[in-house]
């Protein structure tokens, strides 16, 4: 009986190596590619966790639904908020932008709330803002600038119409044009722990001077508030830091003992003319 051919053979054993190592590599890939599916519901958790931590200890977005800081922050804007310095024990100080929560009744005077989305659009919404992935159009909180702190007297006006703090007039280039620096006569001596806030747009700006007659004259405390807003996000081409004006740098600190205010120096209503 003939023997077959010794080429014939060999080819045939390579053949079948290169068929059996064909068939182990389609076996890695499919358990890859299962892996890699097994894998997805564990990364978007992890994900979602950094985003959640993130949006609780560091950085939150808000969305800006009022005119009360034109035309430093915008309709629509929506800005950063650090909320990480103040676990450090980072103090509020003046001529910063910061985000605080409705010490009671603020929000009447603000603007109305934007219209409710659409459902099943809500709702997404909804988990997105949860996560930090959006900023909320709902959130129970107001942004103002800060005017003085605690220990500060805060006036309005000196006899050139601008505000003082301890004495010092303020330089208020960042105030909506147009706008006086106040149209309401006050003087305020801040609380230990609190602060006196104003919006750029002071002639549409529920602020401080608003809440004179209630407790701490309208000042709020420390705690309520979230944190320093430090950007403006979006839209980008409004993009900007928000720092410091430098006014606030040549504002002395107060006198180590309280000093009392002069009778009849806080009038609340009364045009500045």
């Known amino acids: 009986m003939p023997s077959a051919e010794p080429g014939a ?12 190592r064909r068939r182990l590599a389609r076996k890695v890939r499919r358990r890859r590619r299962t892996r890699r599916v097994g894998e997805l519901p564990l990364l978007v958790a992890v994900a979602l966790c950094i985003a959640l931590v993130l ?3 560091l950085v939150q977005a808000f969305f800006i639904p009022s ?5 430093t ?13 103040p676990w450090f024990g980072s ?20 603007a109305a709330r934007p219209a409710q989305d659409p459902a099943g659009v809500k709702q997404v919404k909804q988990v997105l803002t949860f996560i930090g992935l959006l900023p909320s159009a709902d959130e129970q909180d107001l942004i ?5 702190v605690g220990g500060d007297t805060v006036k309005c006006c000196d006899g050139r119409g601008r505000v003082t703090v301890n004495g010092t007039p303020l330089d208020e280039p960042y105030v909506s044009p147009g ?5 309401i006569l006050f003087e305020v001596l801040v609380p230990a722990g609190r602060i006196f806030v104003m919006g750029d747009h002071r002639a549409d700006s529920a602020d401080s001077r608003y809440h004179l007659d209630e407790a701490f004259e309208g000042t709020i405390d420390e705690k309520g508030v979230v944190g320093r807003a430090v950007v403006i996000a979006w839209p980008f081409d409004h993009w900007r830091k928000l720092e410091q004006p430098e006014t606030f740098l040549s504002v002395p600190d107060p006198a180590r003992r309280a000093r009392r205010r002069v009778a009849g120096g806080r009038r609340r209503g009364v045009p500045f003319a």
């Open 73 to 85: 922050i915008r309709i629509g804007d929506r800005v950063l908020v650090d909320k990480l310095t």
């Open 91 to 110: 103090k509020v100080e003046r001529g910063q932008v910061v985000v605080f929560k409705d010490p009671g009744g603020w929000l009447r005077g603000e």
């Open 144 to 148: 103002k600038r800060v005017i003085g």
């Open 67 to 71: 005119g009360s800081m034109e035309q």
């Open 55 to 57: 949006k609780t200890f």
């Open 9 to 20: 053979e060999a080819g045939a054993g390579e053949g079948g190596g290169r068929a059996e």
């Open 179 to 183: 706008n006086v620096p106040s149209e």
